[in-house]
């Protein structure tokens, strides 16, 4: 079967080394999907890439056949901008390579590496970038939009690693971004999104993580609204080699949770202390002692075992719907909203996981990097999952609800990288805050027709700069 391309998809393929996927063809109908099953889009043909050539012979092509240039990295985002309908789709996932310089403690890695191979290969030197909690998150997607996780507290957010990048423009020119070269792009892909180019590779700082004490701890429901204010008042606080984020989870009924507790529904917080195991346990005590957990899983613990911990709960494939608030404070009211929809998680899957924002993070100006919410508390990410369309439905309702409950405590915008795409304009424009004029600025010079528009979008001023 012929593509509406086909002659000039033709022309495309002597130039690739990787694959042209037309409709028709099995692993176009394979690769059109992504991690959210909820999200069904065809695009007019799928360029997966072999190396940069590749990347720029596509996105001269998207531009010549005057369609929009969708990018994937991971393919995680669950809004579905890794995919797009009828446009053109520049895959990266067989942009997987990575070098580690452990004695300068930086590591290039392609733009279609996930965290979890990240975290493998810096590991092996005793190192990390701070990411994802999910292995199989891209870490394209996932540093474009300001990137957090475990270490985030303590090394800040994975744009703020960043140090340089190879981004192909919509010009089709490879460019070397660093602090001396296009300062300004540099900026603005550190939290700005895919609206700027392919960044075909990512060279971050990596820092120390050999000892790592995590895992979660589980609490009854009758304790949650002492759990919720004391540690709002702890994690203020708390070193910054301490993360710790708060959620509800329904037990999974499997080891190595106790048989006691399976299908129990509980609040959880999700441990990682940077340093030994009794500095750990000194840390965490004042939490601890005041409201025992019910029970502990926390323990030593390899970095990329901690980081793959919840991989089993989040396989590809799932329905998803999530939605996102920034909050500045938790106050009793907001811990009120937690009491009253946590406990309505409809299965092992959902959960809503309200990650802390502050220490390193708080570091960095507003201004410093597009990611401008530098001083929120909390990303509180109410996270839809089912096994089937239909199931999915009810939990929809469940995350709107939960969400407007607790939008009125927030700043009036979420995290980019966990909005759904159905949030108003004035929603995903705050979430730029107020770096968008510089955003737009800089979109306009280097993307003046928008190429790059399958993304939460900055749209370029109308007359060229
Ligand atoms: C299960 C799960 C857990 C998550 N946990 C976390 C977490 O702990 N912390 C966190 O910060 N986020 C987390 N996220 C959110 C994640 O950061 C976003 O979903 C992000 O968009 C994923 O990146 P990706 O490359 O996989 O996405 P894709 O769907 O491939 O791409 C998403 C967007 O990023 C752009 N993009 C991706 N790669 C590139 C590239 N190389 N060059 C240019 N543009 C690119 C694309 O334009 C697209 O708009 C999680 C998501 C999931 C599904």
Not at 119 to 145: N, Q
Not at 182 to 187: A, E, F, G, Y
Request: charged fraction near 25%.
């Amino acid at each position: 079967m012929e593509g509406e391309f086909t002659p000039r998809a033709d022309a495309l393929r002597h130039k690739f080394r990787g694959e042209v996927l037309e409709p028709g063809d099995p692993v176009f109908e394979q690769m059109r999907r992504v991690y959210n099953a909820n999200i069904d889009r065809h695009p007019a043909l799928i360029a997966r890439c072999r190396d940069v050539a590749d990347v720029i012979a596509a996105v001269d092509f998207a531009r010549e056949t005057g369609r929009a240039a969708a990018i994937r990295g991971g393919g995680h985002n669950v809004g579905g901008l890794g995919t797009v309908d009828d446009e053109v789709l520049i895959d990266l996932s067989n942009l997987r390579g990575i070098r580690v310089e452990p004695k300068k403690r930086r590591v290039r890695v392609e733009g279609g590496c996930t965290i979890g191979e990240l975290d493998h290969a810096t590991c092996a030197f005793g190192l990390a970038v701070p990411a994802g909690i999910i292995s199989t998150t891209g870490v394209g997607g996932l540093t474009l939009g300001g990137g957090f996780g475990h270490l985030s507290r303590q090394y800040g957010l994975t744009c703020d690693s960043l140090c340089s990048a190879d981004i192909v423009t919509a010009d089709g020119k490879l460019r070397y971004v660093d602090k001396d070269h296009h300062p300004d792009l540099l900026w603005a892909i550190k939290g700005g999104g895919g609206n700027y180019g392919v960044v075909t590779s990512f060279e971050f700082a990596a820092h120390p993580a050999k000892s790592i004490i995590g895992g979660p701890m589980f609490w009854s429901l009758d304790h949650t609204e002492e759990l919720f204010a004391a540690y709002d008042q702890f994690i203020r606080r708390a070193p910054t080699q301490v993360s710790a984020f708060i959620s509800f989870h329904i037990v999974p009924p499997m080891p190595p949770f106790p048989k006691d507790h399976h299908l129990e529904t509980m609040c959880a917080i999700v441990w990682c202390y940077n340093g030994s195991e009794a500095e750990a346990k000194e840390v965490m005590e004042p939490l601890t002692s005041r409201i025992p957990p019910t029970f502990s899983m926390v323990g030593p613990i390899a970095y990329t075992e901690l980081q793959s911990m919840f991989d089993g709960l989040m396989p590809h494939g799932l329905h998803h719907y999530w939605k996102s608030v920034f909050l500045r404070d938790l106050p009793a009211e907001a811990i009120e909203v937690h009491k009253e929809f946590g406990p309505r998680v409809a299965n092992i899957h959902t959960t809503m996981h309200m990650y802390p924002l502050n220490g390193a993070v708080h570091r960095v100006g507003p201004k410093e990097t597009a990611f401008n919410y530098r001083d929120v508390q909390y990303a509180a990410n109410i996270v839809g999952i089912a096994e089937t369309a239909e199931g999915l439905e009810p939990i929809k309702q469940w995350v709107r609800e939960y969400f407007e409950a607790l939008e009125p405590y927030s700043v009036g915008t979420g995290y980019t990288n966990f909005l759904f795409g159905d949030e108003d304009d004035k929603m995903i424009r705050a979430a730029f805050g107020d770096n968008y004029d510089r955003l737009v600025a800089i979109k306009t010079e280097y993307d003046p027709d928008n190429l790059f528009r399958i993304n939460h979008n900055i749209r370029p001023a109308k007359a060229r700069a």
